[in-house]
């Protein structure tokens, strides 16, 4: 059965940090790209950062440049986004999702084959 688990959530003040995990199994994690989605209410699903399946290809939406990153430990099946500088616009649900098309790095929600439950980032005043 094929499940990403996405974990490290949470409320935390503008300015703060939080990490998030997204835990793979059940296929083939060194062969896809992986990509982390938010999806704030009323909003449609943004694709946020996505690293390909050997972590040599990362790409960042303009809005969290600089202030998030995206890692890969292919041995533990497992990719991380850092956040940090949190601002209010940041909060949503965060979803991790894989692409079997691992050489790329598309932040387009139609280019995934799975998709994990998401956890909610919340982000103070």
């Known amino acids: 059965e094929v499940q990403l688990q996405a974990s490290g959530g949470g409320l935390v003040q503008a300015g703060g940090s939080l990490r998030l995990s997204c835990a793979a199994s059940g296929f083939s994690f060194g062969d896809y790209a992986i990509a982390w989605f938010r999806q704030a209410p009323g909003k449609e699903r943004e694709g946020v950062a996505c690293?390909?399946?050997?972590?040599?290809?990362?790409s960042y939406a303009d809005s969290v440049k600089g202030r998030f990153t995206i890692s890969r430990d292919n041995d533990k099946n497992t990719v991380y986004l850092q956040m940090t500088s949190l601002k209010l616009e940041d909060t949503a649900v965060y979803y991790c999702a894989a692409d079997l098309r691992g050489w790329r790095t598309s932040r387009a929600p139609n280019d995934y084959d799975y998709w994990g439950q998401g956890t909610l980032v919340t982000v103070s005043s």
């Open positions: 690293i390909s399946r050997s972590g040599s290809i990362i």
